[in-house]
């Protein structure tokens, strides 16, 4: 089978062709500009590998709701050249093939689940803290969506009684990418987070909205694992931090055994930063079988 998968992100997009053993056999790396320069690239190399399906993984905000009027479109982004785009229209359009389409931590969650860390659970989360905060939600064995879907990067926080920082975010200042993202944390400290790696004061503070996050999401998502992913979660040493200041902030009100050892709880990625494609690959495949499925049952089969 061969299955090309798209991870779109606000930057640059990666296109891969792989198959349904989560194989990785070929990829690039194409800028994010506008549709006009970029799509053009991206269906020259798609087109010359003849994919069975698609699979993207999209930053957003995006409709993932299949049914609806915007289903498949790129819609309120900041990436102003891409708002209401109809992505996935474009796609079908111009390779002829099955689309499976959500949002980029969405598939990351679906990459862990379907080939990483979390095979075999019903429920986890994922967690990217870089240049923004997004989550992908895995629950009662499938991904979530409502209305659109999660955006849990914005959830609400109690400030640090010591912080003064007014937050990154234009919409809210105290939502966890305002106060913890990558950028957050350059504008605070006055340099980048990579950077920074010796001081102390900065990853006890990034813990501490980290944590308290995820106490936030265990309550709401019940999640079997949490997986924190990301540039900003290349500092190791966030980990330890995280799950001390999780332990005192949720002070046992939840008792599970998943919470008993929360080094396995609260993990990070497993394979290698690959997981948002690897999640690409099994919208394809996902969305291959569902064309399938289909077309028998049109066929009265």
Known sequence: MVLGALEAGGTKMVCAI?????????RVSIPTVSPEETMPQMLSFFKQHNIEALGIGCFGPINPVEGTATYGYIT???????????????????????VGFDTDVNAAVLGEVSFGSMQGLDSCIYVTVGTGVGVGVFTG???LHGMMHPEAGHIL???HPA??????????????????????IEERWGAKAETLGDRREVWELEAYYIAQACVNYTLVYSPKRIILGGGVMHQEQLFPLIRRQYQELMAD???????????????????????????????AMDALEKFLARALQHLGL
């Open 157 to 159: 926080l109690q400030r």
């Open 253 to 283: 009100y939840v008792i599970t055994p998943e919470l008993e050892n929360l080094n396995r709880y609260i993990i990070p990625c497993s394979l290698h930063d690959d997981q948002g494609i690897l999640g690409c690959l099994k919208l």
């Open 163 to 184: 912080d003064t920082y007014k937050g990154k975010c234009p919409f809210h200042g105290n939502c966890l990418e305002g106060l913890a993202s990558g950028p957050a």
């Open 18 to 26: 792989g198959n349904e053993q989560g194989q990785v056999l070929e």
């Open 76 to 98: 309120t982004t900041p990436k102003l050249a891409w708002q209401n785009y109809n992505i996935v229209g474009a796609f079908q359009e111009a390779l002829g093939c099955p």
């Open 141 to 143: 064995g499938r991904l």
